[in-house]
C-alpha cells in the first residue's frame, strides 16, 4: 500500500537516525568546545550545498560532521588527509561528502575557517593589549610561545595549507596572507605606528613574523626536523626565544624612532 511502512521498517529508519545522531555527536565532542563552537558557527553560515539545495538542519549538521571529522583527522598524523579518508572518518559515502565539497582544496578551507576562528584566543588576544618597555622581551615571548602552541595544536593542517600555497595555490595563498595580516597590524601599532602600505615599521613586522613563522614551521614538522639535523630531544624553545629577541629588538627599535 503506497504511503505504508511497517513497524520494522520505522523500527530500521529509526535505528539509522539515531545512528547518525551519534555520529555526529562523536565528532562534535572530539573538539574543543571553543573549536566545536566555531564549526558550528561556521557551518551555520553555509545556506545550500552544491546541488544548489538549500540546507535544513539535516544537511547542516551533515557539513558539521565532515569538517568535525576532517579537523579530527589532521590532528592525528597519522593517516593521509584525503577527501576519502575524510569520508570514512566522517562515516559516510564519498559521493555524500561530494554534495558538499568539491575538492580537497575547498574542505581544507572549510576547515581552516574555525580553526582560525580560535586564534583570537590563541594567540591574538595577547597582541591586543599595549606591551610595556619594561616587560617587552617577556610579552614578546609570550606571543611567539602562544602562536607555537597554536602551531603545534594544528601543525598537519597549516603545513597542508602553506604546501599547497607554495605550490601556487590561488586560495591557499590568499588565506595565509589574510590570516597573518592581524598580526602584522597588531605589531606595528605595538611598535606606536599606525599601519600603512609601504611604512617601514610594516616592513619590518612582516620580515620579523616571516623568520618566526618559518622557524615554527620548522619545529613542527618532523620530518622537516630530521632532513635538517635536528634531533628529536632539542628543544623548541631556543627557537622560540630567539624569534622573541628579534621582534623585541624591532619593537624597540620602531618605538625609539617614534620618540
Same mark, same amino acid.
Given at each position: ?20 545522531? /551519534? ?5 562534535? &565532542?572530539?573538539? *574543543?568546545?571553543? %573549536?566545536?563552537?566555531?564549526? #558550528?558557527? @561556521? ?101 611567539? /610561545? ?5 602551531? &603545534?595544536?594544528? *601543525?598537519?593542517? %597549516?603545513?597542508?595549507?602553506? #604546501?599547497? @600555497? ?94
Amino acid at each position: 500500500m503506497a504511503g505504508w511502512a511497517s513497524p520494522a521498517g520505522l523500527s530500521a529508519g529509526r535505528r539509522m537516525a539515531g545512528e547518525g545522531d /551519534r555520529q555526529d555527536a562523536r565528532h562534535l &565532542a572530539a573538539l *574543543s568546545p571553543t %573549536l566545536a563552537a566555531a564549526v #558550528s558557527d @561556521a557551518c551555520a553560515s553555509v545556506s545550500h550545498n552544491l546541488n544548489g539545495q538549500r540546507l535544513g538542519r539535516k544537511g547542516r549538521v551533515t557539513r558539521e560532521r565532515i569538517v568535525a571529522a576532517a579537523i579530527e583527522l589532521f590532528g592525528d598524523n597519522e593517516e593521509p588527509v584525503t577527501l576519502g579518508s575524510v569520508a570514512r572518518r566522517a562515516g559516510l559515502g564519498l559521493t555524500s561528502l561530494y554534495n558538499y565539497f568539491p575538492d580537497l582544496t575547498d574542505l581544507l578551507l572549510a576547515v581552516l575557517e574555525p580553526v582560525l576562528a580560535t586564534a583570537e584566543s590563541g594567540y591574538l588576544a595577547v597582541l591586543r593589549d599595549r606591551w610595556p618597555d619594561e616587560q617587552l622581551y617577556e610579552n614578546c615571548y609570550a606571543f611567539v /610561545r602562544s602562536y607555537h602552541a597554536f602551531w &603545534a595544536r594544528n *601543525s598537519q593542517l %597549516l603545513h597542508m595549507r602553506n #604546501s599547497l @600555497a607554495d605550490q601556487h595555490d590561488e586560495r591557499m595563498m590568499k588565506h595565509r596572507i589574510t590570516s597573518t595580516r592581524p598580526i602584522i597590524e597588531l605589531l606595528v601599532w605595538q611598535m606606536g605606528r599606525n599601519v600603512a602600505p609601504g611604512q617601514h615599521s610594516t616592513s619590518m613586522a612582516s620580515m620579523v613574523m616571516t623568520g618566526i613563522e618559518r622557524s615554527i614551521t620548522l619545529v613542527t614538522d618532523h620530518e622537516l626536523r630530521a632532513l635538517v639535523g635536528i634531533p628529536p630531544e632539542l628543544n623548541d624553545d631556543r627557537y622560540l626565544r630567539a624569534g622573541a629577541s628579534l621582534l623585541e629588538l624591532a619593537i624597540r627599535d620602531a618605538r625609539g624612532d617614534t620618540a
